[in-house]
């Protein structure tokens, strides 16, 4: 491959184009809002903000100030950094921290000089800004996914250390499609390799180069412009200090892999022991997803789409009743927080009984009724029950469970005791949380994935949570939902 692929950007300088198509969004999205919300508040006369001193500022002048220091602030947050734009978790963390500092250190400023500014214009402004640069970042991100689904815009990768743990980042990259590497070369400094060597992954062999080729070899022979170190000490005491100065003075960027999955960023932070880095890991945040703003949460959310959807819970129930014999709810024992047992709710989309059919059914499909079994075009779903199941309908009424306590938003689905039976020390700490209506795995494949996938998303999500990874998860859901994506 050449340093131009078919998009016309080098293999790992889409980035920077990417990030000026960004730069554009903010500013629009910025100014928009800062001069739209004056618009609003004031029309387009020329009324003026007072500070004690006598001076006047128009409320025209105070937006493009605002506006100004808003860029700034996404600037110093490095919220367009090339290692985390594309919609990451990560990236829209940063923009709603910057956002966040940045008005609170102008209401400090303002209070302490006394500036007289309408409160009315600054909350207009503050929420009409932020939502209009996260979803300038969230349509960009749809925009790149359809590039990389095309080929494009990824960053070739060359990585150095062992065959084996080289083996595994490229496995663990291929298998998370948003990422923006693809692994094109592994370079074994310190032992020879044969002309014809190669790691093989699904779809791909990728070259395995020895010392007896150079640095500068393996990384045209990768055409990377991006290196990930797995294993140091295949450098020696030295070798990552004088690697950096050669990436360096070949514009390629180099990242450190500390062998740690599976832990967010906000975990993860670097520190120094005795003029040494170190990588320091924080613990885990179950406690977090535990703790009374996200139940507040949850209870404030489930009571107010109740609300809104009323009519849509009457409708269901009446069409669920009128249209087969049986009760309007379904309720099925499941495992909740701590192992406790509750009833969990949904409208019935199955005959009566349907539960009895399982097991004959699964065999007749050659299926055996393990965790996650489904069966393939279920016939004992109503002709309702196959509309409430592929718009997912069926499961709104585990609202109520989340009102009762039971349940939250966002969460691990909440499973079947002989599926928790079958839950080793990892999986156990699925059960430190309440279990969710959607959760993790839901949005990263729903009932597609195989059970071991699943149970890493959900304990993934159970160490790493956030009040704004909730927030990412819940759109998700309503955009898979609307394409039934793996819905059954």
């Known amino acids: 491959m050449t340093r131009d692929d078919a998009s016309g950007v080098g293999p790992a300088r889409w980035h920077r184009r990417y990030a000026h198509s960004l730069f554009i969004t903010d500013v629009i999205a910025v100014f928009g809002a800062s001069l739209g919300a004056a618009a609003i508040r004031f029309g387009f006369d020329s009324s ?12 025209w002048t105070l937006a493009v100030m605002l506006g100004v220091g808003w860029l700034a602030a996404l600037q110093v947050y490095r919220t367009r950094d090339t290692h985390i734009i594309g919609g990451s978790i990560e990236e829209l963390r940063r923009i709603v921290r910057a956002s966040v500092t940045f008005f609170g250190l102008f209401a400090i400023v303002a209070l302490l000089i006394k500036f007289d500014s309408s409160r009315l214009y ?10 209009l640069i996260l979803l300038g970042r969230l349509l960009w991100a749809r925009h790149l996914r359809d590039l990389r689904a095309k080929g494009a815009n990824f960053s070739n990768t060359l990585i150095i250390g062992g065959v084996r743990s080289a083996d595994e980042i490229a496995t663990w990259i291929r298998k998370h499609e948003r990422t923006s590497y693809r692994v094109t070369g592994v370079w074994v400094p310190d032992r020879e390799t044969e002309a014809d060597e190669w790691l093989t992954q699904p779809g791909q062999s990728i070259p395995v180069l020895g010392k007896n080729r150079s640095l500068d ?31 360096a003075a070949a514009d ?8 740690v999955i599976d832990v967010s960023g906000s975990r993860l932070q670097l520190t120094s022991v005795a003029s040494m880095p170190f990588l320091h890991v924080g613990r885990p945040t179950y406690n977090e997803a535990s703790a009374w703003p996200k139940s507040l949460f949850d209870v404030v ?5 109740i609300t809104l959807i009323l009519p849509l819970l009457l409708a269901t129930a009446l069409a669920v009743k009128l249209t087969s014999s049986g009760p309007v709810f379904y309720a099925q024992e499941r495992i909740g927080r701590n192992g406790r047992p509750f009833k969990m709710l949904k409208f019935r989309s199955m005959r009566t009984g349907s539960d009895a059919m399982l097991a004959e059914l699964l065999e007749k499909q050659g299926k055996s009724q393990g965790p996650l079994a489904k ?10 029950g196959h509309v409430l199941r592929r718009l997912s309908i069926d499961e709104l009424p585990q609202l109520f469970n989340v009102v009762i306590g039971h349940m939250s938003l966002v969460g ?28 993790l795995w839901q949005v990263s494949g729903r009932s597609d994935l195989a059970w071991e996938d699943a149970i890493r998303l959900d304990t993934m999500y159970v160490e ?5 990874g909730d927030l990412v998860i819940l759109w998700r859901t309503v955009r898979a939902v609307l394409k039934s994506d793996g819905a059954y």
């Not at 003026?48 to 409320?59: A, D, E, K």
């Not at 991006?226 to 004088?242: A, F, P, Y």
């Not at 959310?301 to 789409?305: K, N, R, S, V, Y």
């Not at 069966?375 to 309702?384: A, F, L, Q």
Request: aromatic share 6%; proline share 6%.
């Open 217 to 247: 070899h393996a990384l045209a022979v990768a055409d990377a412009e991006v290196v990930i170190v797995t294993d140091t000490e295949h450098l020696g005491t030295s070798g990552l200090k004088e690697l950096t100065w050669q990436l």
């Open 122 to 131: 600054l909350a207009i402004t503050f929420p009409l800004g932020l939502g």
């Open 464 to 468: 790493n949570w956030s009040m704004l």
């Open 301 to 305: 959310g489930a009571i107010t789409i």
């Open 252 to 259: 390629v960027d180099l990242l450190v892999a500390p062998n």
């Open 48 to 59: 003026n903000v007072m500070t004690n001193g006598g001076l006047s500022v128009s409320y």
């Open 375 to 384: 069966v393939d075009d279920d016939p004992r779903i109503t002709k309702v």
């Open 412 to 439: 691990p689905r909440p499973q079947r005791q002989f599926e928790v039976d079958l839950y080793d020390d990892v999986a156990e700490r699925r059960l430190r949380v309440r279990p969710g209506m959607t959760g």
